[in-house]
């Protein structure tokens, strides 16, 4: 599925714990490791990092060190397109201030502008377990039976024991409220006629794809999608999310926040994205 | 602080129970013929009203509804509070983010099928002012009232009908939504500037008035929506559910409407900005949405329809001609303007018609507006009664068009 990961490095604290993360990945899809710095290459970083390369027991022969200068974003994502990255993975912090919210945070732009899908961790470990509760949005977006189907091979082959897709029943107060008009049968009716609309969409994906050993749970919510899937993976204590988009963003989608916004803000857990 | 009389209490109890009953009576006869509730509604009120009942039995209708000034003054303190919060869910139900997610094809209907009829019901009140029944005052004010009149999108009619026609959730169904969204907030900003000038409230300049109202719009979207995103949170929490929610979401909702009408903009866009801030919050659970709703929709909104009834003689105010060219104006402006904006937006022909049908349906908010204008002395109440008649018709006939353009089109 992946089959060269390139991970971000900045020499940050968790810079040992995000390599480690990495080299799972890489064991699990069979990988090239490709590690992209954006800033001067002077020896004393470069021992350090071949000093926990080695504490990782990774064969640098498997791995590929990128130094290069110039504006991290930009440098960054034109590196995974020059390398042909499928995955690209990094760090994140989990809350932004409102300062960075309005400004763009380095993390955020790489997860709009990337050519390839996103890892973005927020709690890497050095002794990880991998992911064993997965979300997935189910949302219903044009992109979304590709967000499934890829969301799902990468469970299968992460091991995931639970997969949760999250659907949501768009204008449920709005719908709900013209169905008032209805009789007590008929409203209730309608409520069911919502909730099962949203199942058969996500139960008519799954149909045609294989699912191995995943268990998977479908779940109805109603509200902003965003939010609800932010709540659901806090609930449930997921350690990963994985949702997708088509949309280009701009910066009035900041200020109107869109969907996607709404989860960047407030990372509620690792989260993959998917394109 | 006076009180009223026991009979005047009683009098008050026996105009309120009349109201709910018939209208719920209608409401449902109305839905049976697969029509909005509010059609039912308003029929109600006209049979209430001095239209029938009060020429069939003028004394019964005396008795109750003109015998006591008081109990008058206190229905209308309770219809006025009712148009307040009609006004407050039709905020609500305004979702920011499914407007923006719709993207250009939702602004390109919505901008042309509010500029298309706006222009018409301007350019030809403004010329033909007498037969359309301009009395006097401002021409000009006239003339734009008219045009917000024509412009303004029922939401919760258009919402019926998709769901009625299974296209609710359909790329075409959420760009009607959201078009109406859309439809609605520009309709109301440029009414709020047409009220300021209109009786009570005029002491504000032309520029004045546009920069508090963008002002006070701008404030509502941004800080208001942050400071209610962070009291809701402590609200659902700490406070009892939906109780809680319930009664301080309807403390704001008036205390905005004092705020706008203290600053010489109408009450009711005090209380139509905090629905769509509130609204927008992802902290107001679609439950308590439908709760509000629910409450409003049955109690408050009923009333106000039945009341509109109560105040005119819909039959000597009937003059079919001007019915016939509000009509005609804008069932044209709004399947014309919004047809061809969904047309630019790449629908193809019959779609494009269906979202014109679709967003021709007005209601509520016309109404609203035609009746500020005529307690204003803007308008006469021969326009008024057809501005009504326009609002009925264009719901009751939203959905069988669409249903005709859609035809020999099969949506999935």
Redesign the interface.
């Known amino acids: 599925m992946y089959k060269k990961i390139g991970l971000a490095i900045a020499f940050s604290p968790r810079i040992e714990a995000l390599i480690a993360e990495a080299k799972r990945l890489v064991l699990l899809f069979d990988a090239e490791l490709l590690l992209i710095h954006i800033g001067v290459k002077t020896p004393e970083l470069e021992g350090k990092l071949n000093e926990i390369l080695n504490n990782q027991g990774l064969d640098q022969s498997h791995v590929t060190v990128f130094w290069k200068q110039g504006k991290p974003v930009k440098m960054l994502l034109q590196t995974c397109r020059d390398e042909s990255v499928d995955l690209l993975v990094l760090g994140a912090l989990k809350k932004e201030g409102l300062l960075t919210y309005y400004l763009g945070s380095v993390a955020r732009k790489i997860i709009r502008k990337a050519p390839c899908s996103v890892l973005t961790l927020i709690r890497p470990k050095i002794e990880g377990e991998g992911f064993s509760k997965v979300v997935i949005n189910g949302t219903q977006l044009e992109v979304t039976p590709k967000v499934i189907e890829l969301g799902l091979d990468f469970c299968k082959i992460a091991g995931v024991q639970q997969v949760h897709i999250l659907n949501e029943i768009k204008l449920y107060g709005l719908q709900m409220a013209t169905a008032g008009e209805g009789s007590e049968e008929e409203v209730a009716n309608t409520r069911r006629k919502l909730v099962q609309d949203e199942i058969e969409y996500v139960q008519q994906i799954l149909n045609g794809l294989d699912k191995g050993n995943l268990r998977i749970n479908i779940k109805v919510t109603a509200g902003k999608w965003s939010i609800e899937l932010a709540k659901y993976c806090e609930v449930i204590q997921a350690d990963l999310l994985i949702m997708g988009d088509n949309k280009d963003y701009s910066f009035i989608d900041r200020i109107f926040p869109h969907e996607l916004e709404n989860i960047l803000e407030n990372l509620p857990t690792n989260f993959l994205y998917i394109k | 602080m006076e009180s009223l009389a026991h009979k005047e209490v009683i009098n008050l109890l026996l105009q309120l129970a009349s109201m709910l009953i018939l209208a719920r009576v209608f ?1 449902e006869i109305a ?1 049976k013929f697969k029509q ?2 509010v059609v039912g509604e308003l029929l109600a009120g006209i049979i209430l009203g001095p239209t029938i009942l009060g020429t069939v039995n003028p004394d019964f209708f005396e008795y109750l509804f003109q015998s006591n000034p008081s109990a008058n003054i206190a229905l209308d303190g309770i219809v006025q509070m009712a148009v307040i919060l009609l006004l407050f869910i039709a905020g609500l ?1 305004v ?4 407007v ?2 719709q993207g250009k094809s939702a602004i390109n209907i919505s901008l042309l099928g509010l500029i298309v009829p706006f222009i018409l019901g301007f350019v030809f009140p403004y010329f033909f002012a007498s037969f359309f029944g301009f009395a006097d005052g401002e021409r000009l004010l006239f003339s734009l009232f008219m045009g917000t009149a024509m412009s303004i999108t029922a939401l ?1 009619v258009v ?2 009908i998709l ?1 009625d026609m299974n296209l ?2 359909t790329k075409m169904g ?1 760009v009607i ?1 959201a078009s109406a969204m859309v439809n609605d907030i520009i309709g109301w900003l440029i009414f709020s500037v047409i009220l300021s000038f209109m009786g009570k409230s005029g002491s504000l300049s032309l520029i004045n008035t546009i920069g508090i109202t963008l002002l006070f719009t701008v404030f509502m979207l ?1 800080l208001g929506k942050g400071l209610i995103n962070r009291v809701l949170p402590w609200i659902n929490k700490n406070l009892a559910w939906p109780g809680g929610l319930l009664s301080l979401s309807m403390a704001f909702c008036f205390l905005a409407a004092a705020f706008t009408e203290w600053l010489g903009i109408h009450s009711i866009f005090g209380a139509f900005l905090l629905g769509v801030a509130l609204g927008d919050s ?1 902290h107001l ?6 709760i509000i ?2 409450f409003i ?2 109690i408050f909104a009923p009333l106000f329809f039945v009341s509109i009834g109560l105040k005119i003689n819909f039959f000597t105010n009937f003059d079919f001609w001007l019915v016939l060219a509000v009509l005609v104006i804008s069932f044209v402006g709004k399947i014309v303007g919004s047809g061809f904006g969904a047309l630019r937006s790449g629908y193809p022909k019959k779609e494009a018609l269906a979202v014109g049908f679709g967003m021709n349906a007005r209601g509520a908010m016309e109404i609203i507006l035609g009746l500020i204008a005529l307690e204003n002395g803007l308008i006469d109440e021969k326009l008024f009664v057809a501005l009504v008649i326009m609002a009925i018709i264009t719901s009751m006939s939203s959905g069988p068009l669409m249903k005709w353009s859609l035809k020999s089109n099969k949506f999935t």
Do not use: G
Not at chain 2, 95 to 98: K, P, R, S
């Open positions: 409401a839905q909005p509730a139900e979702e920011l983010h499914l923006w997610s919760p919402v019926r769901m609710f959730k959420m939504v941004t992802s659970s679609e439950r308590a949405k439908e709703h629910q929709n049955n």
